[in-house]
C-alpha cells in the first residue's frame, strides 16, 4: 500500500523525499497549481523574488543541512552586514544586535540605550537585582518583560520585533510557543537579560539568519527535484477531500475529486483550517475546535530608482514600533541592501523595497512609497515597478486557540496508527521549526512497519 502526503509546501515535501528515502511507496497531493506553500514566489522587473519567506534561521544548522542534501549548500549566502533599524515615534535608530526577540541582554548597552533613553535603560537593568526568578511565574510574553524590564522594553523593542516577525500581540504570546528554551534559561540564571545572555552565548557564531543565492524558492523546487528521483509522485491541483480510516485496522483512505487511496500511513502537512477540517474526519472523538480568525498579510515590493539607497541608509531594513502613527507598514526589507546577489542583479542606483502590512487592504502606489520614504528616511521618486503577494494565514501558529488545537489533536493521535501531523500550524513558524516537524514526522512513520 502508499503512503500519502498530504501539502506540497516544504513541510510536505521534506516529509515525502525522508519516506521515500527509508523506501517507501509516497504520493504527495497539493491542492494549488504549484509547490512552496508559504516559501512562495513571484517576478518583478524580470527578475524571480521570494514572496513569502527570504531567510532561514542559522541556530540548529537543520535547514542548512537540508539545503545540502538537495545540492544547494554551494549556494547558501550571508546577509550583507548591517543589520535592521528600528522607526520609533520620535526617531529611527539601529535594532540592539545582543538580544531575543527584541529582549536586550546588556540594559546598559550605548545601542540599547540609544532605543530606551537612559531612564528606560536603567529600568530594564532592574532585572539583574530584582527577586530571582522561577519557572512558570509568567506564562506569557508581555507581562513578562513589562515587570522585569518595564514598558519601554516591551513598547520600543519586544512589540517590534514580535509583531513584525511572528505578526502577534507579545501580551498574548506563551513563552513556551515562542521560546521554548527561555524559561529553562530563567531558572538556570534567575534574570531575563542573563537568560537572553545565555541563550545567545549557546548560539553559533556568525549571522542569525541566511539565504540562497537566487532566492529561497529555488529550496522546494530542489526538493521536488530530489523527491521526484526517489519515486515519489508529485500530484498538484489534487485537493483532498476525504481522510476516514480505511477497511483494515490500521489503514486510511484518501480522497480527492479525482481519485481515492488506500494508504497504510499518511502525513498531514496542509494550513491550519485545512488539517483540522481532515482530522476532524479522521478522528471521530475529536471536538469541533475553536479557532481564531485569520490572519491576512500583504507583501508590496517595489523597484526605485534613487542613487542615496546605494549607501544602504538603514541596513537591511526597519522595524515600525507601534507608536510611529505615520506609517502604515509594519517592515521594510531593503533587498538589494540585504543579499549580494540581488544588489548584483541590477544596474547602479535602482533597488529592491520589500514593505509588509497586516491585513488584505489594498496599498496604493502612494501609500507605499510614503511608507518606503519614511521608513528609510530619504523622499523616494515613484517606483519603477511593483508586485503584491497575499497571504492568509488560517491557524496563526501563535493564537490561544491554534495552541488548544495542538493540544487536542496530539492528545488523538497518541493512540491512532499510521496518521501523524506537521506544517507551521502544528510546529511553529520558521523554515527551520518546520523543516525540523516535517523530519520527526517522517521519522514516527518510518519506525513503523507496514
Known amino acids: 500500500m502508499t503512503t500519502v502526503v498530504i501539502g506540497g509546501g516544504v513541510a510536505g515535501l521534506t516529509a515525502a523525499r525522508r519516506l521515500a528515502e527509508s523506501g517507501r511507496d509516497v504520493v504527495l497531493l497539493e491542492a494549488s497549481a504549484v509547490l512552496g506553500g508559504r516559501v512562495g514566489s513571484h517576478e518583478l522587473a524580470g527578475i524571480p523574488l521570494d514572496s513569502g519567506a527570504e531567510s532561514f534561521a542559522v541556530r540548529g544548522g537543520i535547514v542548512a543541512r537540508l539545503l545540502g542534501e538537495v545540492g544547494l ?70 507581562p513578562l518583560v513589562r515587570a522585569r524590564m518595564g514598558t519601554a522594553v516591551l513598547e520600543r523593542l ?18 513556551d510557543a515562542i521560546l521554548p528554551t527561555l524559561n529553562a534559561a530563567i531558572t538556570a540564571t534567575g534574570a531575563l537579560s542573563a537568560a537572553v545572555e545565555r541563550l545567545r552565548a549557546a548560539s553559533p557564531a556568525g549571522s542569525a539568519v541566511q539565504g540562497v543565492q537566487g532566492g529561497l524558492l529555488r529550496l522546494p523546487q530542489a526538493l521536488a527535484m530530489d523527491a521526484l528521483a526517489r519515486g515519489v509522485r508529485l500530484v498538484t491541483g489534487a485537493r483532498v477531500t476525504t481522510l476516514a480510516p480505511g477497511p483494515l485496522p490500521g489503514t486510511w483512505e484518501v480522497g480527492t475529486d479525482d481519485e481515492r487511496l488506500d494508504a ?5 502537512a496542509v494550513d491550519g483550517a ?14 469541533a475546535l475553536a479557532r481564531p480568525a485569520p490572519a491576512d498579510s500583504r507583501v508590496v515590493t517595489l523597484l526605485v530608482e534613487d542613487a542615496r539607497l546605494d549607501a544602504r541608509p538603514r541596513g537591511s531594513g526597519v522595524l515600525r514600533a507601534s507608536g510611529r502613527a505615520d506609517v502604515r507598514a509594519r517592515a521594510l526589507t531593503h533587498l538589494t541592501a540585504k543579499w549580494q546577489w540581488l544588489h548584483d542583479l541590477l544596474p547602479p542606483g535602482q533597488h529592491l523595497l520589500r514593505l509588509s502590512y497586516r491585513g488584505a487592504d ?29 497571504w492568509r494565514d488560517t491557524l496563526p501558529p501563535l493564537a490561544p486557540e491554534t495552541l488548544a488545537a495542538r493540544t487536542a489533536v496530539d492528545a488523538q493521535l497518541q493512540a491512532v496508527r499510521g496518521l501523524v501531523v506537521t506544517g507551521s500550524w502544528r510546529t511553529g513558524t520558521g523554515l527551520a521549526a518546520v523543516v525540523s516537524g516535517a523530519e520527526r514526522a517522517a521519522a514516527a512513520l518510518t519506525a513503523r512497519r507496514g
Open 264 to 268: 497504510t500511513n499518511v502525513v498531514v
Open 362 to 390: 489594498p496599498v496604493d502606489d502612494a501609500e507605499a512609497g510614503a511608507d518606503a520614504s519614511s521608513l528609510l528616511g530619504v523622499p523616494l521618486p515613484a517606483a519603477i515597478a511593483r508586485d503584491d503577494a497575499l
Open 274 to 287: 485545512a488539517a483540522l477540517d481532515l482530522l476532524q474526519q479522521a478522528l471521530p472523538h475529536l471536538l
Open 158 to 175: 519586544v512589540a517590534p520585533v514580535v509583531e513584525s516577525v511572528y505578526g502577534a500581540d507579545p501580551d498574548e504570546v506563551e513563552i
Open 73 to 142: 549548500a554551494g549556494d547558501v549566502v550571508d546577509p550583507i552586514p548591517g543589520g535592521a533599524w528600528i522607526a520609533l515615534k520620535d526617531r529611527t535608530v539601529p535594532l540592539p544586535a545582543a538580544g531575543l526577540l527584541g529582549i536586550p541582554s546588556s540594559p546598559l548597552a550605548d545601542e540599547v540605550r540609544l532605543v530606551l533613553g537612559a531612564r528606560g535603560s536603567a529600568r530594564a537593568y532592574l532585572d539583574r537585582v530584582l527577586p530571582v526568578l522561577h519557572v512558570g511565574r509568567y506564562r506569557h510574553l508581555g
